[in-house]
């Protein structure tokens, strides 16, 4: 089993529609998550931390299932904006990040 | 206030050969950590540099190499170069080593290899 699963994707939906995407991790140790950003081959930004149950910042909601082992990202009346790779990361030992190969997301007018 | 820097910003290289990569981490960060992204995948981790040594390293073989000055800044080295080097290399710093999500990239590297 990866480190870090992801939705394959690509998610196509309309302005203003509700997505959710879903991350598996197998670590079972791990006690953070974080959904990162990466617009077309630009650098990864941190979007949202998960150290709980959840976070929700605005329009984008993330939450934590340890007992699954499961995180999901849900984002509310989606803008064009949003559009973006979205990437699934987990803490490794320490020091590095554990990126999910990440899920592509177009809004569409 | 300038953050990560990365250069060059793209690369052109055959096989075989060496190439060096270099990063200025964001003002007042001390480490470095390297990261590979190849087409359509998330970042993979390379290594790590702080207080000018190697801290942590991932699964990449001996050709890849790296380097921290004391500036803090620091240097990928690829050698002998195969297609499958062909990425996008990502720098990213951080205050520390203890803070991940603190993490900040820069723009990174397009490397291709014919």
């Not at chain 2, 062909?86 to 991940?100: E, I, K, P, R």
């Amino acid at each position: 089993r990866k480190e870090v699963e992801q939705d394959p994707g690509p998610f196509n939906v309309p302005e203003g529609a509700t997505v959710a995407f879903n991350c598996t991790y197998s670590n079972s140790a791990s006690q953070s998550f974080f959904w990162y950003r990466q617009d077309c081959r630009k650098e990864p930004k941190l979007l949202m931390s998960v150290y709980s149950s959840g976070n929700e910042d605005g329009r984008f909601t993330a939450q934590l299932n340890r007992a699954s082992q499961y995180i999901s990202l849900l984002i509310r009346d989606s803008k064009l904006s949003d559009s973006a790779t979205y990437l699934c990361v987990v803490p490794g030992s320490a020091r590095q990040l554990t990126f999910g190969s990440g899920t592509q997301l177009t809004v569409l007018p | 206030d300038a953050g990560v820097t990365q250069s060059p910003t793209h690369l052109i290289k055959t096989r075989g050969q060496q190439v060096t990569l270099r990063c200025s981490p964001k003002s007042g960060h001390d480490t470095v950590s390297w990261y590979q992204q190849a087409l359509g995948q998330g970042p993979q981790f390379i290594f790590q540099y702080y207080e000018e040594e190697e801290r942590q390293r991932g699964n990449f073989p001996d050709r890849f190499s790296g380097h921290q000055f004391p500036n803090y800044s620091s240097e990928l080295n690829v050698n002998a170069l195969l297609l499958g080097d062909s990425a996008l290399y990502l720098c990213a710093s951080s205050q520390g080593v203890t803070t991940n999500e603190k993490l900040f990239f820069g723009s990174g590297t397009q490397l291709s290899v014919l």
